[in-house]
């Protein structure tokens, strides 16, 4: 049977890839991105679901699901014509994902179906760092976390449940890592610009370090989430994880910080070990 | 008119190498093919960002001018611009606006 081995909670910074390129594997970004990818290759998954927030690359405000699932063998990206980083392809495993939208959609998830991809840099950046050769097939499954409105806590959080339901079901051999990728507090392009919203930022970690996905569901409304940013919403994907990691409290999570304390960019980076 | 074909705009620009090219050569052209009312036309074409904020804007998108230096906007003016906006600790008006045309 598969088995989940691994959670992993990251953000997917666009500029990073770049940055890191700069300033070396050593640098602070490098660094916390080794400490999840060291737990990675230990892990050895052979298979990883992507819980992401589409950044407007591959749905617009022309058809946008609040889930969906991607049903491609292989997909390209970054698909943004103001990209910073490599031009990745990567493989999919297209029957998992098959028989996740099936399995979704019988236990009362109305899943949409994506057979053709354009990967955004939400998905690439963690990749360029996780697994930078692509050798992992990945299975992605959207959370619409940024085009408003979006979908309830509650409800991303018991998909996270049931996608373990099925991992723990299907039938091949596969050893799973589950990837929630986003920000909790950070603003792109908008006013609050450059401001972190400080207090949901502690407060999230906290309650992510306790495993206590019951009052983070309660606190992560779609006002509150907006209020931290405009990619507040991104926390649904770390939210689902909660969930499929069946509420339990990660071997680390570090919220990045400066010298002094202060949280830079909202951002945290955190690895459930699964036994 | 909606605020839809002007984040189309956006998103095409974002999304597509040759519109891009299109659109930095002949925006006039370039546009054509959007349902846009005047004013956003003009707004666009203006790289009026206070306007086109204020008419409902995904900010991801409108963003887009300023990193491919489209309409005179810029990184540094952008900023400048969109921080009037700026409320510190509570939704900013262009949220609020954004939302209750979602029902968010």
């Keep these: ?275 | 008119m909606s605020v839809y074909f002007v984040n189309k705009v956006f998103y095409t620009i974002e999304t597509d190498d040759d519109f891009l090219l299109k659109f930095r050569d002949n925006a006039d052209e370039a546009l054509a093919g959007f349902r846009l009312s005047p004013e956003e036309a003009a707004a666009i074409k203006a790289g009026d960002v206070e306007t086109l904020y204020r008419m409902g804007a995904h900010p991801f998108l409108l963003n887009v001018l300023a990193r491919h230096n489209l309409c005179g906007v810029n990184r540094d003016n952008y900023l400048a611009r969109i921080k009037k906006f700026a409320k510190k600790g509570s939704m900013s008006a262009g949220s609020r606006r954004r939302e209750e045309q979602t029902g968010g």
């Design chain 1, 1 to 275: 049977m598969a088995e989940l081995v691994l959670g992993i909670g990251v953000p997917h910074t666009p500029y990073f890839p770049q940055m890191v390129e700069e300033e070396g594997k050593l640098s602070r970004i490098g660094s916390l991105f080794r400490q999840v990818s060291e737990r990675l290759e230990a892990a050895a998954p052979d298979l990883i679901v992507f819980l992401d927030s589409d950044h407007l690359v591959n749905f617009f405000y022309n058809n946008m699901p609040a889930f969906c699932v991607g049903l491609a063998d292989e997909a390209e990206g970054p698909h943004e014509t103001s990209r910073q980083m490599p031009w990745y392809k990567v493989k999919m495993n297209q029957q998992f994902a098959r028989k996740l939208l099936r399995y979704g959609l019988e236990s009362g998830y109305d899943l949409a179906a994506a057979e053709e991809l354009r990967l955004d840099h939400s998905i690439l950046v963690p990749l360029h760092f996780l697994t930078p050769r692509m050798d992992i097939p990945i299975v992605p499954l959207f959370i619409n976390g940024l085009a408003h409105p979006l979908p309830r806590a509650r409800r991303c959080h018991a998909l996270g449940r049931s996608l373990r339901r099925f991992i723990d079901r299907w039938p091949g051999k596969e050893r799973v890592a589950v990837v929630a990728s986003g920000s909790f507090s950070l603003e792109v392009g908008g006013p609050q610009m450059g401001w972190i919203d400080q207090e949901w930022m502690t407060m999230v970690v906290e309650l992510i370090r306790q495993g206590n996905a019951a009052e983070l569901v309660r606190r992560a409304t779609a006002r509150r989430m907006l209020k931290a940013g405009n990619t507040g919403g991104e926390l649904l994907n770390w939210i689902a994880l909660l969930g499929a990691v069946e509420n339990s409290s990660p071997s680390f999570i570090e919220p990045d910080l400066q010298p002094l304390n202060q949280p830079r960019d909202g951002h945290a980076y955190a690895v459930w070990e699964v036994k």
